[in-house]
């Protein structure tokens, strides 16, 4: 009985991870040999989606790089590759490789194209992690394969393929590359291209690994030699674009496995002390390794700095040597410091705005009131030569801008210069200062006038 419950727990466990049931595999590879050729709205595709990469990756937009990788057309040629192989199709074979290797150079030079041209162009964080591949990106690329070529042999399309286009990362990498070469950074280009080899490869090596499993019909004949040959070749492959990765992922868990030890180092040691570590980095050259710290708090005695200095062999970080950078200052404080200084640079750019403002007042005002002493000059004229025909007594009227001479009053003030011939009474005076201060009042329509007299030899109306 135990042993046939047993069974029939593991055929239905076997059973749930069935992958023959739905296979379709004759319309899995028209599907794919349909998508290999790039032409058309695909090529358009290509292009847009490098584009929208490009910007995603020059702006560090995540959401316009997720939108690239779903329009991205490079899937098809390389899962063309690996499903070419392992049906025998050389035909096939040939079509998937130049395609790929025609939209991987149209790839390249429309993403060097762009950042030779953007005036953004400095390396984001979404393009530094792109250059250092390590062997958990190809785990990426082989699980990746195996969830796309498994999704897209089902004869009912699953919903999964979009995930797999986000995960697999095929455009990203390749415009990063781009990048290295627009801006001359080798260690961008070659990495971010081997990130690329990395998603190609393993994908189709995912490829070929499912339709062996599920068993896809061969379209030429293969004999027992040939098809250990092909293994031998697609396993010398794989081995060679894995062996750079794991030198990659040695030094990134060597990394790792440093910086948490020396956040063991801050915590048990330096905080330990009293210090306020504000902020830590490494210094490396070629002859030595530092740690150097940002402290806040009350400043360590030289004796504390050599007793911390002494237990970095403790926590294996016998390499380093430790340099200190202390304030005195609590944290506190320096973040109030902080405040008070942006508050004071607000301030001072509001004073500056302030003193430009009344600066271009001014300046209005001053070309203002020139205009309008032009157009009084020219109403004071027309009143003198009024007067002139009224009262032959007078010799002159003419106008003074005060304005213009007194440069810290913008009132308006006008004076009027009246001149009077020899021998006009004192009666006669008023009567015609009384009429001319009527008349300017009328003609410049305000109140603010000064009438200044004086005697002359000649009255106004002998005068030419």
Same mark, same amino acid.
Request: aromatic share 10%; with cysteine.
């Given at each position: 009985m135990f042993s046939y419950g047993l069974l029939r727990r593991f055929a239905r466990t076997r059973n749930r991870f069935a992958l023959a049931a739905g296979t379709d595999s004759e319309g899995t590879a028209q599907r794919i040999e349909a998508g290999i050729d790039l032409r058309g709205e695909r090529a358009w595709l290509l292009i847009c989606s490098c584009l929208l990469a490009s910007i995603g990756l020059d702006t560090g937009s995540v959401a316009v790089i997720i939108g690239a990788m779903l329009i991205s057309p490079l899937m098809s040629p390389i899962l063309g590759v690996g499903l070419s192989t392992a049906v025998a199709d050389r035909r096939m074979l040939q079509h998937a490789a130049r395609e790929l290797s025609l939209a991987t150079g149209i790839t390249l030079g429309v993403s060097t194209l762009y950042f030779a041209l953007t005036p953004l162009g400095e390396p984001t964080s979404e393009l530094i992690s792109r250059t250092q591949p390590t062997l958990l990106d190809v785990g990426v690329a082989l699980f990746g394969g195996i969830a796309g070529i498994v999704a897209g042999s089902r004869r009912e399309q699953s919903l999964a393929l979009p995930g797999v286009a986000i995960a697999t990362a095929l455009m990203p990498? *390749?415009? &990063? %590359?781009?990048?290295? *070469? %627009? &801006?001359?950074?080798? #260690?961008?280009?070659?990495?971010a291209l081997y990130l690329y080899v990395i998603n190609a490869i393993f994908i189709s090596l995912a490829t070929f690994g499912i339709a062996r499993f599920l068993q896809f019909p061969l379209r030429s004949f293969s004999d027992a030699k040939k098809r250990k040959r092909e293994i031998r070749l697609v396993s010398s492959i794989a081995t060679i674009a894995i062996l750079p990765s794991l030198g990659f992922l040695y030094f990134t868990v060597q990394e790792a496995r440093e910086t948490r030890r020396i956040g063991q180092f801050l915590t048990g040691e330096v905080e330990k002390r009293g210090g306020e570590v504000m902020r830590w980095t490494r210094v490396t050259s070629d002859d030595s390794s530092r740690i150097k710290l940002f402290l806040a708090g009350t400043a360590f005695e030289p004796e504390t700095v050599d007793s911390l200095t002494q237990s970095l062999d403790s926590y294996g970080l016998d390499r380093y040597g430790l340099d $200190?950078?202390?304030?005195?200052i609590s944290s506190r404080e320096l973040q109030r410091m902080e405040t008070d200084v =942006?508050?004071? !640079? $607000? =301030? #001072?750019?509001? !004073? #500056? =705005?302030? %003193?430009t403002d009344s600066a271009a007042a001014v300046t209005k005002a001053r070309s203002d009131s020139a205009q309008r002493g032009a157009v009084d000059t020219a109403k004071v004229r027309v009143v003198a030569r009024e007067l002139a025909q009224v009262f032959p007594e007078l010799v002159m009227v003419s106008y003074v801008s005060q304005n213009a001479l007194l440069a810290d009053s913008l009132a308006p003030s006008r004076t009027m210069l009246v001149e009077f011939g020899a021998g006009v009474s004192a009666a006669k005076q008023r009567e015609i200062l009384d009429r001319g201060r009527s008349l300017l009042q009328a003609r410049l329509g305000s109140d603010a006038v000064r009438l200044v007299t004086r005697q002359a030899a000649e009255p106004l109306s002998q005068r030419r």
């Open positions: 990498p *390749l415009c &990063t %590359a781009g990048f290295g *070469l %627009a &801006t001359g950074r080798p #260690a961008f280009f070659f990495g $200190l950078v202390q304030s005195g =942006q508050r004071g !640079i $607000l =301030q #001072a750019l509001e !004073i #500056a =705005q302030r %003193a």
